[in-house]
């Protein structure tokens, strides 16, 4: 299983970038989809998932700004950031929940990560 993380780069404020992320391998349960960043400093924080339900969760700072999007058959996520933000600025790493064939449990795998940089 591995994660391909693309996209992402540098932009003003109020600007739109997009991060996206794929899954590669085969029999392959994909539960959860996301991104967690981390700011210089800072520990890492999720930023924007999306659940086995198909339901979203956002983190409070980018509730309204930010927007996950998931194609199962295609086994990818898309995180849309618009009116970015300098606190923005951080490493952004995309993962996913996945059960490989054959296993009981669902385990977390990472993408590499994508630096975003906002400039004021």
């Known amino acids: 299983v591995q994660l391909q993380a693309s996209g992402g780069g540098s932009g003003q404020a109020g600007q739109s970038l997009r991060l996206s992320c794929v899954v590669s391998g085969s029999s392959l349960n994909i539960n959860e989809m996301g991104w967690y960043r981390q700011a210089g400093g800072k520990q890492r924080e999720l930023v924007a998932a999306?659940?086995?339900?198909?339901?979203?969760l956002y983190a409070d700072s980018v509730e309204g700004r930010f927007s996950i999007s998931r194609d199962n058959a295609r086994k990818t996520a898309s995180l849309q950031m618009n009116d970015l933000k300098p606190e923005d600025t951080a490493v952004y790493y995309c993962?996913?929940?996945?059960?490989?064939?054959?296993?009981?449990?669902?385990?977390?795998?990472w993408g590499q990560g994508t630096q975003v940089t906002v400039s004021s």
């Open positions: 993962y996913a929940r996945i059960k490989v064939a054959g296993s009981r449990d669902y385990d977390a795998y």
């Open positions: 999306t659940l086995g339900d198909d339901s979203t």
